[in-house]
């Protein structure tokens, strides 16, 4: 299987290159055209490595790509998950190049969807592609690619529990997560759940002249700012009551383990470009990003805010807000505790509304199942090294969606890096990674395989 990668990268690194010049940003409809084309892109990439029933199934939003290999049916079958749709690329001049015009520069490809998840899905299809052309697939495998995990998968759980029986598997395998670095190999054995929501605070019935009206009625941008920097207190605890009712809390020896993960304070702060950190008291900074829960403003705006001066009281002030969630913490409760809280902290002279948008539940593996010492045993072979069990400070919603709908672990094998700017300018993603991918997923298939039949 080596020597068939090493023969084809380049044709492997130039194929995904014209996946990545589609910009396929599900959150914006100009692009709705480009994001069917990136289905249709790895559709027919599928069906060219040898998938059969590859499909296009259409959604009240952007297509699912569908597709399988069925070698034998008393053989394990792998569920594989991934997503083609991108994040917003704006604001575009903070590019060092074009977000849609890849470029390979310092062993890297910079590109928006380059880490996240373009190019850690196409590991798996040039994994199959690779499989299949030695002969070498172990397993039956399925293919379910979506383009609306960036928005919320809004449509990915009626598919899912339309199609139980099509989706019918043993595990299920993703690659949207990261490593602790290239020789420190890692797998990800929790995530953390999302409540995201808008909230909107008005006052007057327009804007006002700042100089007429100011100091006489509520400005919501003073109010709205004020509002968001209650929801923390000086240690940096959320504010929210019984928002901690049912943190799942780690024990003495968990939380000794997570401390026994590489970690260098100095280069962390170097790589964001600050000069100290911040976060909930009594935790590491491993710990805060990772096994406790956080509430975040992602975005505010309001009034004026274009070229120039313009002395104005709006009448209206906006933010959008995301909590990460842990276990034992569900969507539902949090933004029921969020919406009633931040109503009843509005002061007089202000309406707000609360709009919830997505959100999705924490989610944990078992380090004792076959589907994880499968993940063990490959990224030790194709490292070298044993990898370490991480937890992410990310969400992936529809993880929790598949074991309730279709009773699947599922095993986050990513090769990311933390460090990769996803969702940021400047994404990139490292050519190390892509091809290790390549080389160990189908170390998974083996071993998966091998474990299933003790």
Not at 124 to 144: G, P, R, Y
């Amino acid at each position: 299987m080596k020597s068939y990668i090493q023969t084809n990268k380049d044709r492997f690194l130039t194929e995904l290159l014209d996946w990545l010049r589609i910009p396929s940003v599900s959150a914006d409809n100009k692009f709705a055209g480009d994001v069917r084309k990136a289905a249709e892109f790895i559709a027919e990439k599928f069906k060219a490595a040898g998938a059969d029933d590859v499909e296009i199934s259409e959604t009240a939003g952007h297509p699912i790509v569908f597709g399988q290999k069925i070698i034998d049916k008393s053989l394990p079958t792998i569920l594989v998950y991934g997503h083609y749709d991108v994040q917003p690329a704006d604001p575009y001049e903070l590019w060092d190049s074009p977000p849609f015009e890849p470029v390979v520069k310092d062993e890297k490809i910079f590109a928006r969807g380059s880490c996240d998840d373009k190019g850690q899905v196409y590991m798996h299809v040039k994994a199959f592609e690779t499989m299949m052309a030695t002969n070498s697939l172990a397993c039956n495998v399925k293919f379910m690619i979506e383009g609306e995990e960036e928005v919320g998968s809004n449509n990915l759980g009626i598919f899912v529990a339309a199609n139980k029986a099509k989706l019918s598997a043993d595990v299920i395998l993703i690659s949207d997560t990261a490593i602790v670095a290239n020789d420190i190999p890692s797998i990800d054995v929790g995530l953390r759940g999302l409540s995201y929501l808008e909230v909107e605070v008005t006052g007057s019935n327009r804007d006002l002249h700042s100089g007429v009206y100011g100091g006489a009625v509520a400005n919501p941008i003073n109010v709205l700012a004020k509002m968001i920097a209650s929801l923390h207190d000086e240690n940096n605890h959320i504010t929210i009551p019984h928002f901690y009712d049912n943190v799942a809390e780690l024990s003495t020896i968990e939380r000794a383990a997570m401390a026994e993960t590489p970690f260098s304070l100095e280069e962390y702060k170097k790589d964001l470009g600050i000069n100290d950190i911040r976060g909930e008291a009594g935790y590491s900074t491993i710990e805060r990003a990772s096994i406790r829960p956080t509430l975040d403003a992602n975005g505010i705006w309001g009034g004026y805010i274009g070229e120039g001066s313009k002395t104005v009281l709006p009448s209206k002030a906006f933010a959008k807000i995301s909590m990460r969630l842990v276990p034992n913490q569900t969507t539902a409760e949090i933004t029921e505790l969020f919406t009633n809280h931040f109503l009843s902290i509005a002061p007089a002279g202000v309406s707000v509304q609360v709009r919830p948008h997505h959100g999705g539940e924490p989610y944990v593996t078992p380090t004792d199942s076959i589907a994880y010492q499968a993940a063990e045993m490959a990224m030790q072979e194709s490292f070298n090294k044993k990898p370490v069990p991480t937890r992410g400070g990310g969400s992936i919603p529809i993880v929790a969606l598949f074991e309730k709908e279709l009773g699947l672990k599922t095993v986050l094998m990513g090769f990311g890096l933390d460090t990769d700017a996803i969702h940021s300018p400047n994404e990139h993603f490292g050519l190390f990674n892509f091809y290790k991918g390549i080389e160990t997923i189908p170390l998974y298939f083996k071993y998966f395989a091998e474990l299933s039949k003790k």
